[in-house]
């Protein structure tokens, strides 16, 4: 009681009171409860916090099966192309224009006419046996002068023998009889371009396309290659109407 007087003058006074009124300290067993109740609280939190990252993958999961296809046979759901029909959409037959007539047939390469000449024959490597040079100049030399439109062939020889002169003093002259075989070759395909096209021109000017297209039908096979049975579909195509057709 003492001490309340002497505090109620104090704080008349101005000054703070000394006394300590309503306020206790917390017992030990006050502690330990608060620690539990906030330990339980943390547990609570984090198992709520699992509970719903399991729910989260286990919804994934099932969306993930709900849109998985079902397991097809081969006839359902899918085009089974048997052998008959894959070849036939790789090679579709001759189709009708809007003019009813059907287009020319094309050649092997996708664009062009069908040449008359049909495809080149097969060439076989001209093989010379090995010996010493000089032997086997003179087998290419008997070659070319008994096989003289065999244009290929013949410069196949004769690069035969300019590798195994090589550093030899008959180098020179065996380079010499390539460049002679590849110039003669050259000038044959120009003289028969420049002959056989004349000729087809002059049967287009009369309208004789079958006859303008014949002119190429026997074409030397020595002088044929990819670049030339180009350069012939290229002045057919030029030359004869869109649709025609050889008889």
Not at 33 to 55: D, P
Not at 149 to 164: H, S
């Amino acid at each position: 009681y003492q001490s309340l007087i002497l505090d109620l003058h104090q704080v008349r006074a101005g000054f703070a009171p000394t006394a300590m009124v309503g306020k206790r300290p917390l017992r030990k067993s006050q502690w330990i409860l608060a620690a539990g109740v906030v330990g339980c609280v943390i547990i609570v939190a984090v198992a709520a916090v699992i509970a719903n990252r399991s729910k989260s993958k286990l919804a994934v999961k099932q969306e993930v099966v709900a849109v998985q296809p079902p397991n097809l046979s081969p006839t359902e759901g899918t085009e089974v192309i048997r052998p008959a029909a894959r070849e036939g959409r790789l090679r579709p037959g001759p189709q009708a224009g809007e003019n009813g007539q059907f287009e020319p047939r094309r050649g092997p390469e996708g664009g062009g006419m069908r040449l008359p000449m049909g495809v080149p024959p097969r060439r076989d490597f001209y093989n010379i046996p090995e010996g010493p040079v000089a032997t086997m100049l003179a087998q290419a030399d008997k070659y070319a002068a008994q096989h003289k439109e065999n244009y290929e062939e013949i410069i196949d020889g004769y690069r035969q023998v300019e590798q195994k002169a090589d550093g030899t003093p008959q180098a020179g002259e065996v380079a010499k009889r390539v460049q002679d075989s590849i110039s003669n070759k050259d000038r044959a395909l120009k003289s028969e371009m420049q002959t056989r096209e004349a000729k087809m021109m002059d049967f287009v000017r009369q309208h004789k396309l079958q006859e303008a297209f014949k002119v190429w039908s026997d074409f030397p096979s020595g002088l044929r290659n990819r670049e030339v049975d180009d350069s012939i579909r290229a002045l057919l195509d030029k030359n004869f109407p869109a649709n025609w057709q050889a008889n």
